[in-house]
């Protein structure tokens, strides 16, 4: 129950509303509530109280007194505002027959045991300011289920803004359970096979973690794969001292376009997974985790092209994948692909391809288009698969040039790097349509994220929320917290070798007082 909801049980009350008819249990800590006991007590005298650590029961009013000044202190333990968030279940005593106890929720008649949950995600409303609640609940929940996965959102995103923090602690639960199974066993069969080394794995960030800092936060292996690409591109920038890059990612199914600026991927605080209109921005639910900015458009080799209503080509979202794959795969596939007018117009060698090994059929591809395009349009299937193909290359190239505009850049003055599968086959079309005037195609480019993650640094960012003015800066504070955080990245990343050298960079969010948004701005590392 949030503070709106209280106040709202309260005033209803004062008009004269009864709850007696209702039975309420609150499963809270005591310590921190005894202001918000005292008023709901007040409201009505039958609600019985249980205390999640010592399973007392309270039927009586908590005596505490708290000026007005703790009360609405944000970082006051008292503060109703921060810390009054408690478990709710309504109406069980009446229902099922249980007693104000620890394991009121968990008795064989529980329907929250008997569901066999797999994960629990907890997200308190003001945990960023104080974690103690929901490390009491988490606690509270694996003694009684100790097979499920918990995630607290004071571990997952201990920032400020619930929305944020509360949907990235759900995600974190949602694939918690398969993740980390899959995980701890792949380094176990790694290890009794004889690999000794560590098993690391790529993050969002661009940052390469071990196993179990990836089970306990497996939201942070979102996007990792094309995060890989653009620490291939950084990497290159980096050899061939290049500060303006625009990195070209291309493979079967979306295209990537990250900026990479003074040899440095830029890099955001959230991004967007299962966006309701796929690629539109603002559609999609809002992660709060350390990534490598980048935009994403719904073009890649497996892309599958289309007349829509106004007689338009249009390709995308939708891929064929890999199975059945596109049409000159002659693995069952029928719709049109971008691979299948790449085939058709001549970039690809189908005696060729994948090195030989795999046989196309520019048969299938001619029949696919025929169908699908050119007999809706009544043009030539030549020039159907040169419409797809430029119609791919526009879109890819636009969405690269908005991008950047919208990263205070241009594009002319810049290098394109380009990998992926597809990359290669597009890349001239795009750069002359971005007026950009210098390609570059690295060695092993259909594999560049794989190869991005070998050149990738061991890290783990960790970012927590603060709020202070600078008018009222609590040095000893800061500091405390600052060296914390560094102990916590450091416990992280460390491995076997005592000489291993840390890089630190520190940097502190900050925003004019009435301004929703902040700036990142570097500090130094010494102690404030």
């Given at each position: 129950i949030n503070?709106d909801?209280?106040?709202?049980?309260?005033?209803?009350?004062?008009?004269?509303?009864s709850?007696n008819n209702?039975f309420?249990?609150f499963?809270?800590?005591l310590n921190?509530?005894?202001?918000?006991?005292?008023s709901?007590y007040e409201?009505n005298?039958?609600?019985k109280?249980?205390?999640a650590?010592?399973?007392?029961i309270y039927?009586?009013?908590?005596?505490?007194?708290?000026?007005?000044?703790t009360?609405y202190n944000?970082s006051?333990a008292?503060?109703?505002?921060?810390?009054?968030?408690?478990y709710?279940?309504?109406?069980?005593?009446?229902?099922?027959?249980?007693?104000?106890?620890?394991?009121?929720?968990?008795n064989?008649?529980?329907?929250?045991?008997n569901?066999?949950f797999?994960?629990?995600?907890?997200g308190f409303?003001?945990?960023y300011?104080?974690s103690?609640n929901?490390?009491?609940?988490?606690e509270?929940?694996?003694?009684?289920?100790?097979?499920v996965?918990v995630?607290?959102?004071?571990d997952?995103?201990?920032?400020?803004r619930e929305y944020?923090r509360?949907?990235?602690t759900v995600?974190?639960?949602?694939?918690?359970?398969?993740?980390?199974?899959?995980?701890?066993?792949?380094?176990?069969?790694?290890?009794?096979?004889?690999f000794n080394?560590p098993l690391?794995?790529?993050?969002?960030?661009?940052?390469l973690?071990?196993?179990?800092?990836?089970c306990?936060?497996?939201v942070?292996?979102?996007?990792?794969?094309?995060?890989g690409?653009?620490?291939l591109?950084?990497?290159?920038?980096?050899?061939?001292?290049l500060?303006?890059?625009i990195?070209?990612?291309?493979?079967g199914?979306?295209?990537?376009i990250?900026?990479?600026?003074?040899?440095k991927?830029?890099k955001?605080?959230?991004?967007?997974v299962d966006r309701?209109?796929?690629?539109?921005?603002?559609?999609?639910?809002p992660?709060?985790?350390?990534?490598?900015?980048?935009?994403?458009?719904?073009a890649?080799?497996g892309?599958?092209a289309?007349v829509?209503?106004?007689?338009?080509?249009?390709?995308?979202p939708d891929s064929?994948?890999s199975?059945?794959?596109?049409?000159c795969?002659?693995?069952?596939?029928?719709?049109?692909?971008?691979t299948?007018?790449d085939?058709?117009?001549?970039?690809i060698?189908?005696?060729?391809?994948?090195?030989?090994k795999?046989?196309?059929?520019?048969?299938?591809?001619?029949?696919a288009?025929?169908k699908?395009?050119?007999?809706k349009?009544n043009?030539?299937?030549?020039?159907?698969a040169?419409?797809?193909?430029?119609i791919?290359?526009?879109?890819?190239s636009?969405?690269a040039?908005?991008?950047?505009?919208?990263?205070?850049h241009?594009?002319s003055?810049r290098?394109?790097i380009?990998?992926?599968g597809?990359a290669p086959?597009?890349?001239s079309?795009?750069?002359?349509?971005l007026?950009?005037?210098?390609?570059?195609?690295?060695?092993?480019?259909s594999?560049?994220?794989a190869?991005?993650?070998?050149k990738?640094?061991v890290?783990?960012?960790v970012?927590k929320s603060?709020?202070?003015?600078?008018n009222?800066?609590?040095?000893?504070?800061v500091?405390n917290?600052?060296?914390?955080?560094?102990?916590?990245?450091?416990k992280i990343?460390?491995?076997?070798?005592?000489k291993?050298?840390?890089?630190e960079?520190?940097?502190?969010?900050?925003?004019?007082?009435?301004?929703?948004?902040?700036i990142?701005?570097?500090?130094d590392?010494?102690?404030?």
């Amino acid at each position: 129950i949030n503070p709106d909801e209280f106040y709202h049980l309260a005033a209803q009350s004062h008009d004269g509303h009864s709850f007696n008819n209702q039975f309420y249990t609150f499963d809270i800590n005591l310590n921190y509530t005894h202001f918000l006991l005292s008023s709901v007590y007040e409201i009505n005298k039958n609600i019985k109280f249980f205390n999640a650590s010592s399973s007392e029961i309270y039927e009586k009013n908590p005596k505490r007194k708290i000026n007005e000044q703790t009360l609405y202190n944000p970082s006051s333990a008292y503060g109703i505002s921060k810390l009054a968030s408690f478990y709710l279940v309504k109406n069980y005593r009446e229902n099922y027959g249980m007693h104000a106890s620890n394991g009121i929720l968990f008795n064989h008649e529980s329907p929250i045991k008997n569901e066999k949950f797999e994960s629990i995600g907890i997200g308190f409303l003001h945990s960023y300011a104080n974690s103690k609640n929901e490390n009491e609940l988490k606690e509270f929940l694996l003694k009684y289920l100790p097979d499920v996965e918990v995630s607290i959102s004071s571990d997952v995103c201990p920032e400020i803004r619930e929305y944020e923090r509360f949907t990235t602690t759900v995600v974190n639960s949602y694939i918690k359970p398969l993740i980390s199974t899959y995980l701890k066993k792949l380094d176990t069969e790694l290890r009794q096979k004889g690999f000794n080394c560590p098993l690391l794995l790529m993050t969002s960030g661009g940052t390469l973690t071990n196993v179990l800092s990836a089970c306990n936060n497996p939201v942070r292996l979102v996007e990792s794969g094309p995060a890989g690409g653009a620490i291939l591109a950084t990497s290159i920038a980096e050899d061939l001292k290049l500060d303006k890059v625009i990195s070209f990612d291309m493979g079967g199914t979306t295209a990537k376009i990250t900026i990479i600026e003074n040899q440095k991927a830029i890099k955001a605080r959230e991004f967007e997974v299962d966006r309701k209109a796929r690629f539109k921005k603002g559609s999609g639910l809002p992660l709060r985790i350390p990534v490598i900015e980048m935009v994403e458009i719904g073009a890649g080799g497996g892309s599958i092209a289309r007349v829509n209503k106004l007689e338009q080509i249009i390709t995308g979202p939708d891929s064929a994948g890999s199975n059945p794959g596109p049409a000159c795969y002659s693995n069952g596939g029928i719709n049109p692909t971008i691979t299948d007018a790449d085939l058709v117009i001549g970039k690809i060698d189908a005696d060729k391809f994948a090195g030989g090994k795999i046989n196309l059929s520019k048969k299938f591809a001619n029949n696919a288009i025929t169908k699908n395009i050119s007999n809706k349009l009544n043009i030539k299937t030549e020039t159907a698969a040169l419409a797809i193909s430029e119609i791919v290359d526009e879109t890819m190239s636009n969405a690269a040039r908005v991008h950047t505009v919208e990263q205070g850049h241009e594009t002319s003055n810049r290098t394109l790097i380009g990998f992926g599968g597809a990359a290669p086959l597009h890349i001239s079309r795009v750069a002359e349509k971005l007026r950009v005037k210098k390609i570059i195609i690295p060695t092993n480019a259909s594999v560049g994220s794989a190869v991005g993650f070998l050149k990738a640094p061991v890290g783990y960012e960790v970012v927590k929320s603060l709020r202070m003015l600078l008018n009222k800066f609590n040095f000893e504070k800061v500091n405390n917290l600052l060296s914390s955080m560094r102990d916590e990245a450091k416990k992280i990343i460390q491995n076997n070798s005592e000489k291993t050298e840390y890089i630190e960079e520190r940097f502190a969010f900050m925003r004019y007082a009435g301004q929703g948004h902040e700036i990142k701005v570097p500090i130094d590392n010494e102690v404030l």
